[in-house]
């Protein structure tokens, strides 16, 4: 199993672009959440979704949307960029909820200009 | 509240010496803590967990306690090693146990 991917590694953005971050997992896990991690800020919960076609806000939702149209994808995506969107973004799933082992993916560094 | 907080911020020790890294937890239905160890540009990775119906648990030289009525669980590293050196963070479930909510991280530095 790759477990869990993330796509791109590393992307720089202008302000106003927009984009969307792939996660993907194949250990058919039903639970799918995506953080931001900020240097002393841990790390935080934008989007959650616990099944296919159900997504649900996290603690920072705002300039973010998320669709699970499959059990294996969570794409996130930013609609205009801007430079407080500048952070390492995790993806990770867990089996069934969010309070069991969540396996997270090996991030992506984003850098809004 | 959904707050989650650690101390103390950073921790420096001997090698060979035990590290405590303690979390406190806002929501009284939290029902879940885990603990997760993130190396220099890693992935974070859940080291060990504990549940709201056990006091203690154990793994090797990690252990993590906890204290429902004061709200606060603490992580152990005994015998600690160079390879030990990372940012530790304590999560709390909340929302209906169905979210984590992640405290801001420990570094912890092994001194060999």
């Known amino acids: 199993n790759a477990g869990v991917t993330q796509t791109p590694k590393f992307q720089v953005l202008k302000t106003g672009q927009s984009m969307t971050l792939q996660c993907a997992q194949d250990?058919?896990?039903?639970?799918m959440s995506w953080y931001r991690q900020d240097p002393g800020m841990g790390l935080r919960l934008i989007h959650y979704?616990?099944?296919?076609?159900?997504?649900d806000q996290g603690e920072v939702p705002n300039g973010y949307n998320v669709s699970r149209s499959t059990t294996e994808d969570f794409p996130l995506r930013l609609l205009s960029a801007a430079p407080s969107q500048t952070s390492v973004y995790f993806c990770?799933?867990?089996?069934?909820?969010?309070?069991?082992?969540?396996?997270f993916g090996p991030g992506t560094r984003l850098l809004v200009l | 509240g959904e707050n989650v907080e650690q101390h103390p911020s950073t921790l420096s020790v001997q090698e060979g010496d035990s590290a405590v890294i303690k979390c406190t937890y806002s929501?009284?239905?939290?029902?879940?803590f885990p603990w997760y160890k993130q190396e220099l540009g890693k992935r974070p990775q859940l080291i060990i967990d504990?549940?709201?119906?056990?006091g203690e648990k154990k793994d090797q030289r990690i252990a993590v306690t906890l204290n429902k009525t004061a709200k606060h669980f603490s992580l152990h590293i005994t015998e600690t090693q160079p390879e030990d050196s990372a940012v530790y963070f304590c999560?709390?479930?909340?929302?209906?146990?169905?979210?984590?909510?992640f405290g801001k991280g420990n570094q912890v530095v092994v001194i060999p």
């Open positions: 990770a799933s867990s089996y069934s909820t969010g309070v069991e082992t969540q396996y």
């Open positions: 999560a709390a479930s909340i929302h209906g146990n169905n979210r984590l909510a």
């Open positions: 979704s616990v099944g296919a076609g159900i997504t």
């Open positions: 250990m058919n896990h039903e639970y």
């Open positions: 929501d009284s239905a939290s029902n879940y």
């Open positions: 504990i549940r709201s119906n056990v």
